[in-house]
């Protein structure tokens, strides 16, 4: 037999002998269905269809070729000769088309992935690194749903999540990847007030505020008190409403801004940020990743994610 990428390859001859016989391929799945199970009712049960239907169609398939293919007895049925070579001859081949349809479902389903996370982490320490997946694997395409909401991943038909949360969800199976850590952070450009040497010298800067829905841990008063201090009064300092825009004006030298590993890695690395090593870094919620899709495209990256994860490491 011929081979075309693996599979069996069938040429336009082939095709038009049996383009005759097409009605009678539906009739020769229910074939396959009764010669394995030795039973038109279980035939039909596995089927969804009548026990009838089921006899009526094998008896369609046995007009159809000029042969007897059961012998009908009163409770149950058997294979004639013929009909045991014709199942030894068309049940393989239905298991063949039966497997290549799973396959390319396998492969059209897993060359585009689907891939949530937040907005911070997807353009802090995601979007930098993603070309390399990209350059390692051109054939799978990568759609990134960025939210700072959690999804339902079913109705959303996501892949790969990733998850920032003080424990692990509870929706499948999550690894931990990486637990954040935050400290201060201020632009090269920032004209401070004092040396910053210490964590009461900030008491004295301006610093820059997370309002919105944050928890309370990444906020400036719970790292004043952690540090035994009492929290300055928030008017003195700027706020903004997203993570993406209190870093951006960190950047700019607007003031100090309480940020974290591996989120500002980068920056730290090219010096466009710079942190006061003096101050021992606080422990956050970590990184979760989920990944949903045994597509092998879809374990590819995931395989790729943990390892970028690993080469964060801890600032």
Not at 163 to 187: A, H, K, Q
Not at 273 to 288: E, N
């Amino acid at each position: 037999m011929k081979l075309l990428n693996g599979y069996p390859f069938v040429n336009h001859s082939v095709m038009a002998s049996l383009r005759p016989d097409a009605h009678l391929l539906k009739n020769i799945v229910t074939f396959e269905v009764a010669s394995r199970t030795r039973s038109f009712t279980g035939a039909a049960e596995e089927m969804g269809l009548s026990r009838v239907a089921v006899s009526r169609q094998i008896a369609e398939l046995e007009q159809g070729i000029g042969q007897t293919l059961f012998v009908r007895g009163h409770r149950d049925v058997s294979l004639t000769a013929t009909g045991e070579a014709f199942a030894n001859m068309v049940n393989p081949a239905l298991a063949q088309i039966s497997d290549a349809l799973a396959r390319q479902r396998a492969n059209s389903g897993g060359s585009r992935l689907s891939m949530t996370m937040t907005s911070a982490f997807a353009t802090y320490w995601l979007m930098p690194r993603l070309a390399d997946f990209s350059a390692r694997n051109p054939d799978v395409e990568v759609n990134l749903i960025v939210s700072d909401r959690y999804l339902d991943l079913a109705a959303e038909g996501i892949d790969i999540a990733i998850r920032y949360t003080p424990t692990p969800p509870t929706d499948g199976v999550w690894n931990e990847m990486l637990r954040e850590t935050i400290f201060p952070v201020y632009s090269p450009r920032y004209q401070a007030r004092t040396s910053l040497a210490h964590a009461r010298d900030l008491l004295g800067e301006n610093l820059l505020y997370l309002s919105g829905r944050y928890r309370a841990e990444g906020r400036w008063t719970h790292w004043f008190q952690q540090q035994g201090l009492a929290p300055p009064e928030e008017r003195r300092g700027v706020r903004v409403n997203t993570y993406i825009n209190m870093l951006q004006a960190a950047i700019e030298g607007q003031g100090v801004a309480l940020a974290g590993h591996p989120l500002v890695d980068r920056y730290l690395s090219d010096g466009s940020l710079l942190r006061m090593h003096a101050i021992k870094p606080l422990k956050r919620d970590s990184y979760y990743l989920t990944c949903r899709s045994e597509a092998e495209s879809a374990l590819l990256l995931c395989a790729w994610l943990s390892d970028q994860f690993a080469e964060s490491g801890q600032p």
